[in-house]
């Protein structure tokens, strides 16, 4: 971790200081995790738009999604998507531990898959987060645009990839994807997007109509 990451991160203001523990556990076994400062935005923004429904790609055991319920107010339904059952169940035991106001819904299954199995009303979801294979990241924003509300957000993990999506050396499937993806949100006209260098990258992205 270099030295602003650090700064920043002793900043941090948590809104349950179990999430640092889960985090530090998360590290020790090698499991993949949004930054806390990636987890801190997820809040803010969760705090800003007051979201009745959230749709979370790529879930994991659910530390991204906890911080995300946690700036929750009730009424609102998160539907987390990934495709190990292993982590469906740790996630709803965690979950467990904590007094949540949103209701969380966990599916087992390929994201877009899932996505579409679900038939989301047009203009009804408010928040929709990408941490899931980074290559269906386009295909996943088209299937999204429409079931989002105008002026809600997508936000999508992991999108500078530890910095290859700048190097012309790098031309895995994996960064073509992503470079693809980055000049999409940045040209389409009914989106207004910005990345900021937090974590691997995070790309915050708003539909205008």
Same mark, same amino acid.
């Given at each position: 971790m270099d030295s602003l990451t650090s700064y920043l991160r002793n900043l941090l203001s948590y809104p349950d200081e179990r999430l640092k523990k889960l985090y530090q556990l998360a590290k020790e076994e090698k499991f993949p995790v949004v930054e806390p400062e990636v987890g801190n935005l997820l809040y803010f923004f969760t705090k800003l738009l007051k979201p009745k429904l959230v749709v979370e790609f790529g879930s994991g055991f659910g530390y991204s999604a906890l911080w995300i319920a946690l700036a929750c107010d009730k009424g609102c339904t998160i539907h987390c998507i990934d495709y190990q059952e292993r982590n469906r169940q740790r996630a709803l035991e965690l979950f467990s531990q904590f007094e949540l106001k949103a209701e969380i819904v966990y599916h087992i299954g390929e994201a877009l898959t899932v996505f579409n199995d679900l038939s989301f009303e047009d203009g009804s979801l408010d928040l929709v987060v990408f941490d899931h294979e980074k290559q269906n990241y386009s295909e996943s924003l088209e299937l999204v645009l429409p079931k989002l509300k105008r002026g809600g957000l997508?936000?999508?993990?992991? /999108?500078?990839?530890?910095?290859?999506?700048?190097?012309?050396?790098?031309?895995?499937?994996? /960064?073509?994807a992503l470079r693809f993806f980055l000049k999409e949100i940045f040209h389409r006209e009914e989106l207004s997007s910005f990345v900021c260098p937090l974590g691997d990258g995070v790309a915050v992205i708003q539909k205008l109509f």
């Open positions: 997508i936000i999508a993990d992991d /999108v500078l990839w530890r910095g290859e999506v700048a190097s012309k050396s790098s031309k895995s499937l994996k /960064v073509n």
